[in-house]
């Protein structure tokens, strides 16, 4: 295979490892990382549109892709050109991670690391184009961070063992519609059919489908592994809580409601969740390294997890790190399966594929469909299918769609499958590792899905290049131009690309004074499959497509025949999208065309803006 080589990885399987990147590609990736908590814009484009100048066509993230990927696909190691993609934002990316497991310089001191240790996946269109292995899987020695002696820190390796934590919902969701599909289950019957004792306390009318999209009612976590002493009272207080609303009424993630689904898949079954997953999972797809209660080499390789205090367990290696499901035996639907980057990759593949991979099919595509499809159109934000959340900006960042799907571990763990682009990225840490308190991991998923969003073109409408505003956090920038408006008006006509976080705003100004003072200019955007009106502001998308907008410019807004107008685009500290470009812009008059921005580029002042050719 050809590929990526692994600059920061410390041990990995060579058969499978990356290998091949160009000498000194790694130059200069710092003056690529802006702080920890963005990353900077691609650069432009070979003329050729060639990615590396090879002519290789490139990953577009505005031609977005409907159904799955070709189920004959299977993951295959390229370089970042070969599968069309800029590998500088990938870069970035991997350098932010592997410089959130060191210890920095702050104002006051040294600043402890974000992560004890990482692996990241990035993959494209059935290429993995990045799987990087940085830090360490054993570090510490109790929960103040005091470090074991040199010589016992474990480096990570891109075949490190991670707690999945609650990506384990995952294995659990698709088990349950494994017997969905058997016709063992329906997902609008009572669990308390499947499960009678789930009917205490009123629960008699909650759905499977509402506790897989968290709208059965149920409160999100019971001391399980502390209030009742062995498993079986455990399972009992579990399944019999009480209800916090009632079902359908708000959307309340809840582990006690995916244990409720696991046991469901046992009942119907005849089988053990751990059985389940193993013969409807992770053997048809080979994903040799994954299951629940690592044991052998799959123990030997684990990362360490929490110096945990109470329950007195010391330090977490190998056992699952949430308390309930230590307390049920280690298998539970809502956390226990541990698995390694690879493994993970075939299953992102899969999904992406409908549901099958190198010839084994676990899922049908109507069933994969379901589990991407929002089923919480009534609750704005909390958007999930049957099992994965869909769209959150706040981990999947630029990759963030209708038709992204993931789930996040408390571990440090999470997945994102960007069914629109065909890509997935992995972020694989022991964050937790040696303590809970030490900090989010948010930034670093943010910043890996960022990076592969940034590596995908967005392609100019008009001419060899568009403007494109700095995908950054923390910025304002402006791109603005005179306009020689006569005494009737005019109207303006451009092209825009709109993917931006939830709180970051593009907006159109308009300015009579000078740029002394500039006000809002109402616009009309042509979108699939209708038009939207917006008042001189826009946010969000998620849409991948390019858009038409029009404004009036009534003839009050000039003085002395001059008008001034402005894009900002404005980003907080908070979550990214892939970025917002302009193209095509004009002014029409009814004297004729007074600006024609693709044949007077020179007439736009730009303060963050540049002109972009992907």
């Known amino acids: 295979m050809t590929g990526r080589a692994p600059t920061r990885v410390a041990a990995g399987p060579a058969a499978r490892r990356v290998a091949g990147l160009a000498a000194g590609a790694a130059a200069g990736l710092a003056g690529l990382l802006v702080a920890t908590v963005g990353l900077a814009a691609p650069a432009a484009a070979a003329p050729d549109r060639g990615g590396d100048g090879s002519g290789v066509p490139l990953a577009r993230f505005d031609d977005p892709q409907r159904g799955f990927a070709p189920t004959g696909t299977v993951l295959q190691d390229a370089l970042p050109a070969q599968a069309g993609l800029d590998p500088a934002p990938i870069d970035a990316a991997l350098a932010a991670v592997t410089g959130w497991t060191e210890v920095s310089q702050g104002p006051t001191g040294p600043v402890r690391p974000l992560l004890a240790g990482a692996v990241t996946v990035m993959a494209h269109d059935g290429a993995v184009v990045a799987r990087e292995a940085t830090g360490w899987a054993v570090r510490y020695a109790d929960g103040a961070g005091t470090e074991l002696p040199r010589q016992e820190w474990v480096p990570t390796a891109e075949d490190t063992v991670y707690d999945m934590a609650s990506v384990s919902k995952l294995f659990t969701s698709v088990v349950l519609m494994q017997q969905v599909e058997a016709g063992r289950v329906d997902l609008d019957a009572p669990v308390a059919a499947y499960v009678p004792a789930f009917a205490a306390n009123g629960k008699d009318q909650v759905t499977v489908r509402q506790l897989l999209t968290h709208q059965g009612g149920l409160p999100a ?93 010391g330090l977490v290696r190998g056992q699952v790190h949430d308390e309930n499901a230590w307390s049920l035996g280690g298998v539970a639907g809502h956390a226990g399966v541990f698995s390694t980057a690879d493994d993970m990759s075939v ?176 616009f009309t955007t042509q979108q699939r499959p209708g038009t939207e009106q917006h008042d001189g502001t826009v946010t969000g998308s998620g849409h991948r497509t390019w858009w038409n907008a029009q404004a009036d410019l009534a003839r009050s807004d000039r003085v002395a025949g001059e008008l001034l107008l ?34 007077r580029p020179e007439a736009f002042t730009s303060t963050g803006w540049s002109p972009v050719a992907r």
């Not at 009272?233 to 009424?249: C, Q």
């Not at 994903?287 to 030997?300: A, E, I, K, L, R």
């Not at 769209?391 to 960007?418: C, E, F, K, N």
């Open 221 to 313: 976590w019971l001391p399980l592994h502390s209030a009742y002493p062995d498993r079986e009272s455990r399972l009992e207080a579990a399944l019999g809580v009480a209800p916090v609303a009632a079902p359908g009424e708000a959307y309340r993630y809840s582990d006690l409601g995916m244990i409720a689904v696991g046991v469901v898949a046992e009942r119907v079954s005849g089988r053990s969740l751990d059985q389940l997953v193993a013969d409807g999972i992770t053997g048809p797809l080979g994903m040799v390294d994954t299951g629940y209660n690592p044991t052998g080499s799959q123990f030997d390789r684990a990362a360490a997890t929490e110096f945990q205090v109470s329950p007195p367990r």
């Open 347 to 522: 299953l992102a593949q899969t999904m992406l594929n409908g549901g099958a991979y190198a010839g084994a099919r676990i899922l049908s595509s109507a069933s994969v469909e379901a589990m991407i499809t929002d089923e919480n159109a009534a609750f704005p934000g909390q958007d999930h299918g049957l099992g994965f959340e869909l769209d959150q900006r706040w981990y999947m960042g630029g990759l963030s769609g209708p038709r992204t799907a993931g789930h996040t571990g408390y571990t440090g763990t999470s997945l994102v499958i960007d069914h629109t682009s065909r890509s997935f990225v992995l972020l694989l840490s022991n964050r937790v590792h040696p303590s809970r308190s030490w900090g989010s991991v948010n930034p670093a998923r943010r910043a890996v899905a960022q990076g592969l969003a940034l590596a995908m073109a967005v392609g100019p409408r008009h001419g060899a290049t568009a403007w494109s505003a700095p995908s950054t956090d923390s910025t304002t920038a402006t791109l603005q131009v005179p306009v020689p408006l006569p005494s009737t008006g005019g109207r303006l006509t451009f092209d825009v690309f709109v993917d931006t976080g939830s709180t970051d705003v593009l907006a159109l100004e308009a300015s009579s004074d000078g740029g002394a003072t500039w006000r809002a200019v109402p």
């Open 566 to 599: 402005r894009w900002r685009y404005t980003t907080d500290g908070a979550e990214l999208g892939r970025g917002v470009l302009v193209d095509g812009v004009r002014v029409l008059t009814r004297e004729g065309t007074v600006l024609d921005g693709e044949r």
